[in-house]
């Protein structure tokens, strides 16, 4: 499948639209409290827009985990209350997107382009490496976001998740920038995060929403300790030359 200028136009005008959606909801006043977290996932998929257009060489990698967390969103909404018109379109445009910039066609105007990988002496095993691990993050950075920044009834537990997602961000520009202690912060961040689930999780009522309050935090916490799991490797290897 090739017409890779229109695949990517099409794939940044989905995020575009969804960065309108979640903007207006969250100006929209209709629940303050929310505005915080419909703002940061405005900034998410405005991110996603702007670097694919741009050309960023991890913009693709990057767009296909904020598509893919778009499909899991859809997914836990038809679980919980069937397949609503509003989740099924989610779930498709959402898929349309990543699978448009799908391929290896596609990845030659961003990740397959020479003068990044020759400026930090890439090969290509190292290139998947560290686009699985953007994938991951960029999945995760919706759930972290929301999870951070959605209403908390203890102070600790606020604290804590800002701290992680503090963490998310920095170890995210730092997996992009391929800086050790990026990895490292990925890492804090998804121990910390998965901490914060188990504690909702204990916590939780019987009822079906509350194993739900949990699962932003653990599944953020998990994507995230799998995005810094493919460099484990190195970073022993350094840790024991040294």
């Not at 913009?59 to 836990?76: D, E, M, S």
């Not at 194993?211 to 493919?230: E, I, T, W």
């Amino acid at each position: 499948m090739k017409l890779v200028g229109e695949r990517r136009a099409l794939a940044a005008v989905t995020f575009a639209f969804y960065a309108l959606v979640y903007f207006l909801i969250g100006s929209s006043g209709v629940q303050p409290q929310l505005a915080p977290a419909l703002y940061a996932l405005a900034g998410v998929y405005g991110v996603a827009m702007f670097a694919l257009i741009a050309g960023y060489f991890w913009a693709r990698w990057y767009a296909v985990g904020v598509g893919l967390y778009g499909i899991i969103t859809a997914a836990v909404g038809m679980w919980q209350i069937g397949p609503e018109p509003v989740l099924l379109f989610m779930a498709a445009t959402h898929g349309a997107a990543t699978l448009m910039l799908w391929g290896e066609a596609m990845s030659q105007s961003y990740d397959g382009q020479t003068a990044w990988r020759e400026k930090f002496h890439m090969d290509e095993h190292a290139v998947q490496r560290l686009g699985r691990s953007v994938i991951r993050a960029g999945v995760s950075l919706p759930f972290v976001l929301l999870y951070a920044l959605m209403p908390k009834q203890g102070a600790a537990e606020l604290v804590l998740s800002l701290a992680a997602l503090a963490l998310t961000g920095a170890g995210l520009r730092g997996l992009i920038r391929l800086r050790t202690w990026g990895v490292l912060a990925l890492g804090a961040a998804g121990v910390l995060l998965v901490s914060l689930g188990a504690g909702e999780l204990a916590v939780a009522d019987s009822g079906p929403s509350g194993p739900l309050a949990a699962l932003r935090p653990l599944l953020g916490g998990g994507l995230l300790l799998l995005a810094a799991a493919p460099f484990a490797r190195a970073l022993a290897r350094a840790t024991r030359s040294h």
